[in-house]
């Protein structure tokens, strides 16, 4: 990748446009970047990792913007490279910031904004990019490289690779991780120890469920557990131990289980026998009681009989009851009658109410029949009176068309004409205007001729100053000159931009007259438009006025509408003429309806009285003495009742007694009573057997039932743990491993310093050719892989090939310390530049410190950055060394300014 240009506004120290152009400084291959402190060098930097990822090393983007900078002043960033190949330009502009653009203007503040442009060899643009996720996925795919990738290759890392020279194993392990990018395998270290942790806290849990489970099962064989003296120690050995002790009491319990089951089988026939025994002394008891109190029932019913059932015996009573339940369904009808009196009475007034309701409607009707003739007669007339007024409509119309035609032509002329002398008007000051247009064309004509004819004069005047006797005319070439021209003396003199001045004034005169004369011609023309139309609305009008029109207009108005409205009432009327006839009708066939009706009603209300007087004729007939149907009703239902009762008492002293056996009808009620209660408690006690042993057994086979799952639960537990011993011990070893924390790390190196120190050692075998070469081939890097403290392979050592023994980094000099971390340097962008395996970086920068070198170490420095330029690599040195100035040519001066922002000035060699 190489750097072509890069432009800033509005960033860090820099307010106004600053363009730099890096293939001018590249020529040479090699340049200086020139500055105080704080100037904004590193300002550079930044825009560059800015413009192409977006990023800041070390800040956010909104600390971009310069703190010269006001509200309305534009920030940005532009940067065009070749990657591949191929050049692109990249732009940015912060959020919330206006930016420039091309034509210098400032866009609206808001988000942040970017455009990726690949440029065609004519500079036109092939592809572009918005979005920033799109820029940015598509540079990295571009340049092989990431943000912070690119920032540890863009600016070699002199200042930290002399600081990594002189310190501890530890503190260089942090600091390679982070140069070489060994992150990755630090917290694949972490992740790898995290999981470790994770495996063991599974272990953890697993053992702890197979606690609990074994606690739990414990806990409910608690009473048939042999007292133990003290807890013992948790450990797998012993979790069997216990499993097993476990299982063979719950075996025992089984056992027992079945045992006491067996007893209270037994237990439980014998209750049922002596139950059943006492059932039957109860039963006993009970029916000698129901016989007796069904007796006793007996003998009150034939006490509550009517006197005329006295005499009845026990084998009649179903005759006597069979006898007076006919009589009652004979009498049911009667008294039912009799009970709907005073329905038959409402019957009978609503039906008289009715009749008088329909005489009243039927005279109504004959009413508004006799009525209807005289309406009919007045409806005809009314309907011709208006046939004749509606007959003028046709006539009126048109007259009201005539008058609103005239009117409407009247009112355009009276608005036209006061339109017609203001366009006379329009006319007389458009002539004037052509007049005077004219006249000025005129005067700048005579003017204009009067400048050539001046000027004329004054060139045969200067003309004539510069003839000599005897010498040729320039004009006519004669030698003799007769009459010589005198220059004016009341002239200025006229020049040719007076000349033109003129003639311009002239055109534009003549410009001026035609278009006054296209303005007269449009003026006449609508004038005499004007006049024509007024000409042909006056001929229609005549001598009528408006004010005539409008009188004449409104009474035709008036005379149209009244013959509509008579047009209207015809319509109506008739309609009304329609209704009285559909009326006639409707009452003719309602009159008659009414009179049907009511004759009807009349010859049913005679019909209903004749009828009920013949039912009550026939019951009296039937009650005889009673005083009505209803109370002979009630006094058979009485002597039913008690009949029914009787009846009932016999069938329940012969149920009764069928109840008890033959044997036992003579036992007296007292000595079933004794019977019953000595079975009754050689019952209870039986029971009282049976169910102490079916406690014993359900409390037995409880323990059983709920033991049993908690067994299997255990038994889940210990394969449980089993398995998870087994899923995790890759886990568990991999995390000792990589932590050393493993007897089989034998070097006791955790993953993360064991990367590093493999990487590092590339590092170092690329750094000692640069330092062989600076050092005039004295020093060379040696990485001491047996350090102590964990830390193996990340010692330093300098190989002294004057004296042929190492020394340590911190006992070299100044300038030894500066070239040897400068070569550092190198080696580590190279192992880095290998690691990415992008597109190369032609453009490089080397940061301070050349100020502690003699002339002839800082020469070999020299070259050996200009052996960094070989295929075209371009390398910046940031230095204050006036040596360095002088060496490199090529350089950037930023120029700091107290209280002012920064200036950048590009100073190539001449």
Known sequence: MRIHRLEVTGVGMFKERQVIDFDALAEGGLFCIDGPTGAGKSTLIDAIAYALFGTVFGATTERMRSRFCAEDDPTGVTCEFTAQGRRHMVRRIPKGVPGPDDLGRRSRSGPARQELCELAADGSTVHVLTRDQDIRSYLVDLLGMNADQFRRLVVLPQGQCAELLTMSPRERLDILGSLLGMDVFARLQEELREEGERAKIRRDEARQRVASALDQLAGRLHAYLPVAEEPPAPSSTMDEARRQEYEAVLADLAVRAADAEQQRRAAAADAERAGRRADAAEQLLAARRRVDTAEHDLNTARMALHPADADVDDASIATRQAELAVTEGSLLADAQWEADAGVRAADRARAVTALDLAQRAEAEAATLRSGLPALRADAEQRRAAA?????????????????????????????????????????????????????????????????????????????????????????????????????????????????????????????????????????????????????????????????????????????????????????????????????????????????????????????????????????????????????????????????????????????????????????????????????????????????????????????????????????????????????????????SLVTASSSANTRKLPLHSFAVQRRFHSVLAAASGHLARMSAGRFTFDLKEHSSHGHAGLGIAIDDSWTGQQQDPRDLSGGETFYASLALALGLAEAIQAEVAGSALETLFVDEGFGSLDQETLQRVLDQLHHLRAGGRAVGVISHVTEMRQEIPDRLEVRARPGLPSQVVQRSPE
């Open 387 to 735: 046939l004749d007024a509606a007959a003028a409509g046709p006539a009126a119309a048109a007259e009201v068309a005539r008058l609103t035609d005239l009117l409407a032509k009247a009112q355009q002329l009276a608005r036209l004409r006061p339109e017609l002398q203001s366009r006379a008007a329009a006319l007389d000051a458009a002539e004037g205007a052509e007049r005077a247009a004219a006249a000025a064309r005129d005067e700048a004509s005579a003017a204009l001729r009067e400048l050539h004819r001046t000027q004329r004069d004054q060139r045969a005047a200067l003309l004539a100053a510069d003839l000599r006797e005897n010498q040729p005319c320039p004009v006519c070439g004669s030698a003799d000159h007769p009459s010589p021209a005198t220059p004016p003396t009341d002239h200025v003199a006229v020049t040719d931009e007076t000349i033109e001045a003129a003639d311009a004034a002239a055109r534009a005169a003549e410009a001026d007259l035609v278009a006054v004369r296209t303005r007269v011609n449009a003026t006449r023309q609508r004038r005499h438009e004007a006049a024509a139309q007024e000409a042909t609305l006056s001929g229609a009008v005549g001598r009528l006025t408006v004010d005539d029109l409008v009188r004449e207009s409104d009474a035709a108005v008036s005379a149209r509408d009244r013959a509509a409205a008579a047009a209207h009432a015809v319509t109506a009327i008739a309609e009304e003429l329609t209704a009285l006839a559909q009326q006639e009708q409707s009452l003719t066939a309602r009159l008659t309806a009414l009179t049907v009706d009511c004759t009807r009603q009349r010859g049913e209300l005679q019909f209903n009285d004749r009828l009920n007087a013949q039912r009550a004729e026939q019951i009296a007939a039937v009650i005889g003495e009673a005083s009505s149907a209803t109370a002979l009703l009630s006094d058979i239902r009485q002597r039913l009742t008690a009949l029914h009762a009787c009846a009932q008492a016999q069938h329940a002293v012969r149920e009764a007694t069928a109840s008890v056996a033959p044997a036992d009808r003579d036992t007296p009620v007292a000595a079933a009573q004794s019977r019953a209660i000595d079975a009754r408690l050689a019952a209870t006690n039986a029971r009282t057997r049976w169910e102490a042993l079916q406690e014993e057994a359900i409390a037995l086979a409880a323990a059983v039932t709920q033991a049993t799952p908690l067994q299997d639960a255990c038994q889940l537990a210990f394969i449980e743990h089993a398995q998870v011993v087994d899923d995790t011990a890759d886990a568990i070893t991999l995390a």
